[in-house]
């Protein structure tokens, strides 16, 4: 079965400074992968996604995520962190194969201090 | 374009009480998911269907969970009866198709406490 594992269900980061979220995937073949982002009061949002092709993916916002199979990996990064940042990240894994079915990760809360 | 619409927003009920969620996607999507998500862990999929058929409904308790989709287009969700862990957001999300890697939009959610 497919799963996904994020690292650290709290970060903080200064405003100004790098975020890295990490995400690590379990599944037989490579599969699809998404991150998600949940604002207070809101419904989650689709930030970025990885099928096939070039495993560098740039998201909305200035999110970029890449794919390392060798590394079972999917981190989510960001240069320089906004206040507007602050929110919940959710990792994602859906199978390659069949229909999609998505699997989501825990959750990481990004704080951003001023 | 409007985008998923659930309600209600928040509901309290007492344990063994029955409560229904209501789920409107967005138009013209064909596939509609129903999550479970509980507080400090990630949604989790209750149950899945394309146009009104179920596609997915594996992690359904289906002893007290049961869900419709009739004329493919708005769902509802029921507990019967309620229990103490039921307590959950209850994500509603709807893609165009059944695509793989194809996007899910999400309603706001209807946050469930079960007292």
């Given at each position: 079965a497919q799963s996904v594992t994020q690292l650290g269900s709290h970060v903080s980061v200064s405003e100004g400074a790098l975020v890295l979220l990490r995400c690590n995937y379990s599944s037989s073949v490579p599969p699809y992968l998404f991150w998600y982002v949940q604002y207070p009061n809101q419904g989650l949002q689709l930030l970025l996604k990885y099928t096939t092709g070039a495993t560098l993916v740039k998201g909305i916002n200035g999110f970029e995520a890449e794919f390392k199979k060798s590394e079972t990996s999917f981190h989510l990064t960001k240069p320089s962190a906004h206040m507007s940042d602050a929110a919940e990240y959710f990792c994602a894994v859906s199978p390659s194969g069949g229909y999609q079915k998505v699997t989501f990760g825990i959750g990481t809360k990004l704080q951003v201090i001023p | 374009e409007a985008g998923v619409a659930q309600s209600p927003r928040y509901k309290i009920i007492e344990k063994r009480q029955s409560v229904a969620f209501w789920c409107n996607p967005i138009s013209g999507h064909a596939t509609l998911y129903w999550y479970q998500q509980i507080l400090g862990q990630g949604p989790k999929l209750l149950i899945q269907f394309q146009n009104n058929g179920v596609?997915?409904?594996?992690?359904?308790?289906k002893d007290r969970f049961s869900a419709e989709r009739l004329k493919g287009v708005d769902s509802t969700l029921k507990i019967q009866?309620?229990?103490?862990?039921?307590?959950a957001v209850y994500l509603c999300a709807s893609s165009?198709?059944?695509?793989?890697?194809e996007k899910l939009f999400f309603g706001s959610g209807t946050q469930l406490s079960v007292l």
């Open positions: - | 596609v997915d409904d594996s992690q359904l308790p009866p309620a229990k103490l862990e039921d307590s165009l198709v059944r695509k793989r890697g």
